[in-house]
């Protein structure tokens, strides 16, 4: 009575405890501490720290160019220590001094980091700035280069915005006639909380007697510190429009013509020789995706995610036993703003993950006991925006959509693989992000080995006959038998070569043996058919089959 007291008492503790899976349940954790390894397709997905105790998934804001058969010079600054910042276009020489510092993943505006510009004196191993491009051969800035259509392209996070700071300068010798070389250059500087942007000695009338002209833009909008904000001018060759943009919207323009209008003849634009584009002189705050294209570009990137989002996929996971059930998903996440320098947090802890702004999380699963009939998730540049929209996922008969925290049923096999789609908010401005996930599921156990196993030997065969396996789902048994203890590779018997297939029957005559020799055998029970889920095998039996005497 004691002992069933005891038993008692533990069964309703299980009931009771929260937290305590079922008998037999099993769990995946992803994320957490136990990292984002298992997620190996990321597509716009990225990990981001400082967000949660562990890292998160989130959409990834990294470098997509507005032209990229254009590109001339391409600064991500998404290395780790600046001595690394390249140009990964190719066209320039880049070089770094101690005064240039980088910034982590969460404050920069695209990518991995941003350029860190303190404001301290030049350094002569840079040309006399913090980071120095030196262009070789092929640049659209190398020496004597003529210039037709160009853009520059940056962001920039300015702390106080004074006046004078210098963001960028371009300086070379141009050769105005034979011999005589004059100072050319183009700078971008801070005015008034405004950038103003010169072009000395850049553009030239057609003819090589022609003087250079000079030409300056200013902006209208005051630049707010400690915010990001987008710069791009550009210069289109056939008309001569010279025009400046601050956030995608146009703030000066002017025509680098004859008339100083549209209708005048075009100037052209020569490069100067052994100039140098140096970035950030006196200049205090951030600098992002700095670019410089060979063409008038018409869509300057403007938002921090692609509006197609982002997908990741787990690796397969194999559960160990066929027709394992899937049980339930359990998810946390949240999702990311920012202002400034500010990050905000906005955790949801679980379900739902539909944010007032549009930012959204979406759960698909797929199972199965042969993982080779899937349709393969094509691969992708993690710079191909095109993603499987919602319909053509939800409309693919192997993925299957769920709802995190709640029970599922009908998702069986023994190999399953997780699919999250992440969608920015409406300004694409924010993310959603993950932060972790845990699969519950149950094997589906082989059956208990059948019991009770005996032989009699007869004249070249054997009866055998055992009681079922408990297992209620068991559909059949398979018995071995060979001629070594623990060897079952029997061959010569009428019903066939070892293992025989015998159904559901609980005994079997084997008749087609060898009288005198030693036989051994064992059953094992399955309960499934395609493929055979077996159990573990019976106690070993052996027999010996004899002619009988007359």
Known sequence: MRNLNRIL???LLVLLSDGLYAIGEKIISIGGEAGWDAVDKRIGVTELSLVRPYPVLALSSATRYADEQALDLALSFDEEQPIEFQDHAGHYQVLISPALLTTEKRLARSGAGAALFSGLPFMENTNNGPLALVPQSGALLSSGQAIRDFSIEFWLFPMNMENGELILSWTAAREDSPGNYALQRIQCTASKNRLQWLFQNFFAPPGAEETPVNISLTGITSLVPRTWSSHVIRFNA?????????????????YATSSGRESGQPYHAVAGREGTLMLGGRFIGMM????????????PVLRKYHQ?????ETRVFDLGEYNSSILRIDVTGGRI??????????????????FTDGSTLQFFIRASDNPYQWTETPAQDPNDWRLLSFDEVINNPEWRAFTPGTELSGILGRFAQIAVMFYPGNNNETTPYLDRLTITYQPDEPPLAPTMLTAIARDSAVDLSWRAS????VVGYLVYYGEAS???FGQGAILGNSPINVGKRTSVHIDGLQNGTLYYFVVVAYDRFTP?????????????PLRMGQ
Not at 238 to 254: H, R
Not at 288 to 297: H, K, M, V, W
Not at 337 to 354: D, I, L, M, R
């Open 470 to 473: 408990f297992d209620a789902d």
């Open 288 to 299: 992002d995706e700095f670019r410089i294209y060979g063409s008038f570009i018409d869509d």
């Open 238 to 254: 056939d008309t001569g429009l010279l025009e400046y943009l601050v956030n995608g919207v146009p703030e000066a323009i002017t």
């Open 9 to 11: 008492a533990v069964s």
């Open 532 to 544: 055979l889920h077996l159990g573990t095998f019976s106690r070993e039996v052996s027999a010996r």
């Open 486 to 488: 623990g060897r079952y």
């Open 308 to 312: 197609a989002g982002g997908r990741a």
């Open 337 to 354: 703003t920012y202002s400034g320098e500010q990050v905000q947090n906005e955790y949801a802890g679980t379900w739902p993950f539909h």
